[in-house]
């Protein structure tokens, strides 16, 4: 039986580059969320680790019930219930997080510190609640315990490991985990929801809410084990990332991809055989469920994908994909939870520096490959804590993975110093470990960045007409670029098309140019007085 093939536009996130910066979600923000009541929705977070995560503690399944389960029939569940017990909790779910679980949106009362009249005492701006409007305590927030990595009580996933990791824990390990919206290939937050509403797109598999059929049950809520949708209290309606889905359409990388300082993230696509999906999801053993979705994903020179009706170059993408590289041929991705069954489509690189700065800081070479190896075997700790994040505490493929990243580390040191290089032991071949060198640590735009156009035409030629999400009440967008571009207000003159253009090219094609969509190459005509030479 052939396979039904289908396209997936998939991430993979080096977690060795990441630097906590937030820029990635706070550029997110700015383009989807900057409206009142999604003050508290963070599409992209980034979170430390060891750490609660937000909205706090969510990978306590035991409590919210997210994702799937297999019953004693080996036939997938939700764990949150099925028809009956989603009609019994449709009017007061207790198994999703409160407001208090993410934190109460604040602004300052500034009216209080410019209007106060003239006293002994210096005014001040006390916090108030932008939900109730009264004053309020600041006891939480999206970040906060950014770099906190020394109590690692509340973490959902060490609670897995055991009490003896208490005491050195912190020594060892801290990194940074940015997360989005998984877009799985088994999503249960669709499977969740009453009215419908959310729906995995056939074409590329990005998971979006239709906000005409959305109804507000929040079910998908307590469905998505990630706690990646949100409800908008003010329109009544559930919100989630979207993969910037406007712009990958036209070939560009998400908002937060674009806009990474530390150049860790790839997006490109992975090909899947759909009637695979279900077995793979329901595998009994947990620690099987990594290579039973990596035996989901289908080779784009497989004969069978050309008589599949892909695009070609959707086809050609898939072959060049860099996801595809790192997550299937260096095999160096990780899926996040796979315990949950979801089949997520986000997968991470998992960190080795913490490796290396515990041997550096012991006086032992950090980068010679038989350290680095003896390390990673003696470090269970960070081990088992990484196994528990991706591969449902199996630890060999992680241990793997970071066998790997060492391999090119010892490698690529010698050639950059003019010894003459040895290949390690790692399952690499010195082709292989030049490829991923080139891919991780060069990370050349072009290369991170391979996602074919949803619609054809020449670039420019498609004038910008809305948005999708272009409803009253919505996204507060006008138009695709923000809520000032587009109609009403035209500030974004440019198309899609022109903006790949222009971002791709070596001069801007274009006179006026909104600042938020800047890419920084050039200086744009009109913000600075013109030079005398030009003048005269």
């Excluded at 306590?60 to 017990?85: I, M, N, P, S, T």
């Excluded at 020594?171 to 799985?184: D, G, N």
């Excluded at 640590?441 to 020449?458: F, Q």
């Amino acid at each position: 039986m052939s396979p039904r093939v289908m396209a997936q536009l998939a991430m993979v996130m080096n977690l060795d580059k990441c630097i906590g910066c937030h820029t990635c979600s706070v550029t997110c923000k700015q383009t989807w969320t900057n409206r009142a009541g999604v003050e508290y929705t963070w599409f992209n977070n980034v979170e430390t680790r060891p750490g609660q995560g937000y909205p706090r503690r969510y990978e306590d399944q035991e409590r919210w019930r997210g994702g799937w389960e297999v019953d004693a029939k080996g036939r997938l569940r939700l764990r949150a219930g099925g028809r009956l017990r989603k009609l019994l909790g449709i009017f007061a779910n207790p198994l999703m997080p409160a407001i208090q679980d993410y934190y109460e949106p604040w602004t300052y009362d500034y009216d209080n510190l410019t209007r106060a009249p003239l006293s002994d005492d210096v005014p001040v701006a006390p916090p108030r609640s932008l939900i109730s409007g009264e004053r309020t305590a600041i006891r939480w927030s999206a970040n906060w315990d950014d770099n906190l990595g020394g109590d690692p009580s509340p973490d959902p996933v060490l609670r897995k490991i055991g009490d003896r990791v208490r005491l050195e824990f912190e020594q060892a390990f801290m990194f940074y985990l940015p997360r989005i919206c998984e877009h799985c290939l088994n999503p249960s937050c669709v499977a969740s929801c009453p009215s419908g509403a959310l729906y995995k797109r056939e074409e590329d598999g990005i998971v979006l809410v239709d906000q005409d059929r959305c109804r507000g049950w929040r079910m998908c809520v307590t469905g998505c084990p990630y706690k990646k949708v949100y409800f908008n209290h003010r329109t009544g309606k559930a919100e989630k990332c979207t993969f910037c889905y406007p712009r990958v359409e036209v070939g560009l990388p998400t908002v937060c991809s674009e806009t990474c300082v530390g150049r860790l993230r790839y997006v490109g696509v992975m090909l899947y055989d759909a009637d695979r999906v279900g077995a793979a999801a329901s595998v009994t053993d947990e620690k099987e469920l990594y290579e039973a979705q990596l035996s989901v994903f289908v080779d784009p020179d497989d004969p069978a994908v050309a008589a599949s009706g892909l695009p070609e170059d959707w086809i050609e993408a898939a072959r060049r994909s860099p996801v595809r590289e790192l997550i299937t041929r260096y095999r160096v991705a990780l899926p996040l939870h796979p315990e949950y069954r979801t089949l997520p489509m986000v997968w991470y690189v998992p960190p080795l520096s913490p490796v290396v700065d515990a041997l550096a800081g012991s006086g032992h070479d950090g980068e010679d490959a038989g350290n680095l190896f003896a390390a990673v075997e003696a470090l269970r700790i960070p081990v088992e804590y990484l196994a528990e994040l991706f591969t449902a505490g199996d630890p060999a493929p992680v241990t793997a993975a970071l066998r790997r990243l060492a391999a090119m580390r010892s490698y690529m040191r010698a050639v950059n110093l003019g010894q003459e290089p040895e290949v390690p032991d790692a399952g690499l071949s010195a082709t292989d470990i030049e490829g991923m060198y080139r891919l991780l640590a060069l990370a050349r735009y072009d290369e991170r960045y391979v996602i074919p156009t949803a619609y054809g035409g020449r670039p420019g030629s498609v004038e910008e007409f809305g948005c999708g999400l272009d409803y009253d009440g919505g996204p507060g967008m006008a138009g695709p670029f923000g809520e000032g571009s587009g109609q009403p207000v035209p500030v974004s003159i440019e198309s899609f098309h022109g903006l790949k253009q222009r971002q791709r090219g070596e001069e801007s094609t274009h006179q006026r140019v909104n600042l938020l969509n800047w890419d920084g190459r050039g200086t744009p005509a009109g913000l600075f007085p013109p030079k005398r030479e030009e003048r005269s």
